[in-house]
């Protein structure tokens, strides 16, 4: 049930995205024990090769927590129900009621949402770096019951780029992990363990799968945070558990800690699995993850270019163009690309604009092989305060494309009909 990565494979990201097994479908809840004492060993978590529950783990499931964590370069991936359920429970395995967190402001609506609201209700209190750019306001937020830092590596939809090893470099500063959403540029584009980075979350429901049928998420753990070097912070690491015969986690599993807590505490308990179809699914889809974010960049560039040059458009934001304040940063963290989402703004409210496009759908998505677009100040954005959109990047005249694989002339004759 570890989810493990097979570090003794060094061939080239294209290679082994398509070089996980090819698993049949365990559509099933449960699986065959054997003997009484096998089944003890397996609920104790004596035994973690063998599958007992799909609550807990899944074969199907297995092989592609094996081959996120592979891409990542991570130690063990957790797959999860959805993106929201990554986020939280990679957060819950560190905070408990009366820790913090600081995040950066600039974060996909519903993980706002999460952090300010849910997770207050849980006692667990958040700050949020209005300038995730500048290091020192990150040390500021910093206080004795932070427990970790959580961010974006690139914006959705403002396009900011996280400079994660500075970002990183606080955290460790303040002794805590960095956890990062790495959905919008996807493991193809960016790596942000590589850069310091602790602990990375994904919406497969997003790029990963690509084909927008099966909603995912992923929770990546680098294996490297130290828990152990200061362990009255996490107690749920580090001191006995109660629901397993007081197994300790550092002890017991040692860089594996993390994601096997989140996994036997977190998703056991709270119960956020993932069905074995929507792993399917996935596995499916990470076989052309490569070729679809080249595509999805390269179109995306284009569509940008050309939207700067409209005189309707006040602004793009895509840090891949060279007008961007990201562009630097972009060129470091992410050298093949920044990937399919162009947010841009329109003078005055740009829902008109929205409803006379008909190659784009409109939906609240990302990351599908169509074209896609959004009005996030009236939808997905619409629970924040005036205020906290504008630190989201969120004005009424903002529009986001998730830009797909069709012919690029084909989007820009879209986007220039619904501008005329
Ligand atoms: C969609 C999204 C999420 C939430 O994922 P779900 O699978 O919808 O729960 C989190 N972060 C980002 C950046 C997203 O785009």
Redesign the pocket.
Known sequence: MVGRRDVTRRWSFETRQVHAPAVPLYQSTSFVLGSAEHAADVFALRDLESHAYTRLSNPTTQVVEELVADLEGGGAAVAVA????A?ALAVLNLARSGDHVVASASL?G??YTLLAHTLADFGVTVDFVRDPDDPDAWRAAVSPSTRAFYA?TVG?PRGDVLDVAAVAGVAHEAGVPLIV?N??PTPYLERPLEHGADIVVH?T??FLSGHGTG???MVVDGGRFDYGADAERWPGLTRPDPTYDGLVFTEAFGDLAYALRLRARLVRDLGPAVSPFTSFLLRQGIETLSLRMERHTSNARTVAEWLLAHPRVTAVHYAGLPSSPWHDRAARYLPRGVGAIVAFELSGDARDFVDRLELFSHLAN?GDVRSLVIHPASTTHAQLSPDRQRAAGVTPGLVRLSVGLENVADLIGDLDGALA
């Not at 959805?82 to 359920?85: D, F, K, L, R, T």
């Open positions: 959805s993106g929201q359920a986020t996909y519903g993980t974006e959705n959403d959905t919008v919406s429901t997003k909603i995912g998420g990302i």
